[in-house]
């Protein structure tokens, strides 16, 4: 699946938000919510996009569609860079590219029926009659499992699980190739994030949808993604094929976070797991640390990391790190360490019942 | 671990809560029993509208009444029962003998009083000390959930806290006063992984060395899996099966419990080419039960699930589950 082209390329997309202070409201600084991103995402994949709440997932799923006026960097989706285009000529290649929203209930117009909400790109982007659009929406309920007699229903009338179904039709309407799904499944019940990653599974094998799946849930984004992107504090730390990654992390952060996604897995329950405990906070995005942005909580954290921020280097086909670890010429005391088999092995599982 | 032999310390019997609504009655929580002892940790599991919260809120009469009414049932706190007791005794309960640390640490803190003057409050209401040794006692608590520069930052605000932060501030202000049992409802949803493994930390930390009895509401089963000592499953208002953790991973009984389990994704093992759901909604609680709660999503459901109500029943030592199905009280890997 990964020998195809590339639907999206991002390069080095940055996106600075101002900070005014002072009297005069001069510009003292810059949010950097996100500063300097590479990724590609391939035709019929889905790349999932993980992190801790602020580090910048949203922000950057948002710049790739351009909903905000970018800082610098170039995003080129289905071969058309969007960055430099005009609004009008974005608004004609909004068609290929959609977004499903985190919260089904924020993002619906409680005063439209539900047929008006799917309907509405179809009213912007086409001038189909009337019978032609309904045609349409009617195909897009049965698509994504809502009854069709609920055409002329508000979103209050709807669970949580039906809105996001709502939402997602509404997404599909024009037939886009890139979908980026914003935390599609963070407000919804365990028993019915279910039902709707298996709609968006479903959906994309039947159309050859492109995901952009943003989550902080970890097991999720294993079960849904291709490949997966981690992000920390506005950079991508660690990008790889999903097994490569939650078998063989090479970034300390990804270490740490996937140790610490509590599991409920039988033979363990009751059990003490050993966990990476990450001491303190993220830092601020306004003022992110001198060097690696990482190095305040790193457990593995080197003297050269205070200093050099490293380079998002590919440490092996197709996985990608930014951390000195994987680098021979700061880590060589430190490269057994890194070696891909070591942190599995130094990740005791010692089992006290209690 | 908790002594098999000890008195529990609280002990709720036949709770029952309504909600009156201008749509009518809402039986949010039916018949729920259960007990924690001292040093225990209970883990409360259900989805949203299961009735987990509103139970631990009934308990001391957290909720707003109307449009609330507990219609039944005994709340025994060391043999008190708290819903006969006066108002006035039922504020030396709450936050004295009973903490509770409450899902949002962005909104259960009071945002124009200081992180201090919030801890010092319970202190000295329940505890009758002077606002220097209140003021001691506070440092210390702060420095006991892990927060750097205490003494420092009791004059400080929520918000110059990070959600981290604030939530081990909730849990400093709970645990204020010794109380014989905490209630934490939700205490790491809001948080993220790496977060919530640093209050997960504490809390366990806190347990051993305190020996308070722990009610712990969440709708992560990992996070259950990790902590609890005994897990009870709640769904459609109901207690539908209660076992120690380990019986209740390897051996569910019930078919709600064991949809549950097979839906979430883990991050290590095999990875499922499909998830597996449970079709339908949870359950309108319009009145009072007549028939299972989970009828229309159980792949066992037959005919007397649709007229009867199951009881709980003893299936195994300390391990009971309310189904008809023979499944439940044989079976150990059955196919659902």
Known sequence: MNAQRPLVEVRDLKMHFPIHSGLLRRQTGAVKAVDGVTFDIYEGETLGLVGESGCGKSTCGRAVLRLYDLTSGEVVVDGRAIGTESQGSLRRMRTTMQMVFQDPQACLNPRMTVGAIIGEPLDEHTDWPRKKKRARVEELMDQVGLNRAFLNRYPHEFSGGQRQRIGIARALALKPKFIVCDEPIAALDVSIQAQVVNLLEELQDELGLTYLFISHDLSMVRHIADRVAVMYLGKVVELAPRDALYDEPLHPYTEALLSAVPEPDPAMAGRKRERIVLKGDVPSPANPPAGCNFCTRCPKVMEVCHRIDPAFREVRPGHFAACHLNDPRYGPEHSESAEPTAPEATRTQHGGTR | ?336
């Open chain 2, 1 to 336: 671990m908790p002594a098999g032999d000890a008195r529990p310390v609280l002990e709720v019997r036949d709770l029952r809560t309504v909600f009156q609504t201008r749509g009518g009655e809402v039986h949010a929580v039916n018949s729920v029993s259960f007990d924690v002892k001292p040093g225990e940790l209970l883990g409360v599991v259900g989805e949203s509208g299961s009735g987990k919260s509103v139970t631990m809120m009934s308990l001391v009469g957290l909720l707003p009444m109307p449009p609330a009414e507990v219609r039944g049932g005994e709340v025994l706190l060391d043999g008190e029962d708290l819903l006969k007791v006066s108002p006035a005794r039922l504020r030396d309960v709450r936050g004295g003998e009973v903490g509770f640390i409450f899902q949002d640490p962005m909104t259960s803190l009071n945002p124009v009083f200081t992180v201090g003057f919030q801890i010092i409050e319970p202190i000295r209401r329940h505890m009758g000390l002077n606002k220097r040794q209140a003021r001691e006692r506070a440092v210390e608590l702060l420095e006991l959930v892990g927060i750097p520069g205490a003494r420092g930052r009791l004059s400080d605000y929520p918000h110059q806290f990070s959600g981290g932060m604030r939530q081990r501030v909730m849990i400093a202000i709970a645990l204020a006063c010794d109380p014989k049992v905490l209630i934490a409802d939700e205490p790491t949803t809001a948080l993220d992984v790496t977060i919530q493994a640093q209050i997960l930390e504490i809390v366990e930390d806190l347990r051993a060395r305190l020996g308070m009895a722990i009610v712990w509401i969440t709708h992560d089963l990992g996070v259950v899996a990790g902590i609890a000592d005994r897990v009870m499953v709640m769904y459609g208002g109901q207690v539908v099966e209660h076992a120690p953790v380990h019986p209740l991973f390897n051996d569910p009984r019930h078919p709600y419990t064991r949809a549950l389990l097979r839906t979430i994704p883990t991050v290590t093992g095999a990875r499922a080419d499909k998830l597996q759901v449970i079709e339908g909604q949870p359950p309108m609680l319009g009145a009072a039960p007549s028939a299972c709660p989970f009828r229309d999503r159980c792949p066992l459901a037959f005919d007397r699930c649709h007229a009867e109500n199951p009881l709980r029943e003893v299936v195994a030592p300390n391990h009971d589950v309310a189904c008809f199905h023979p499944l439940a009280h044989t079976a150990k890997e059955a196919v659902a």
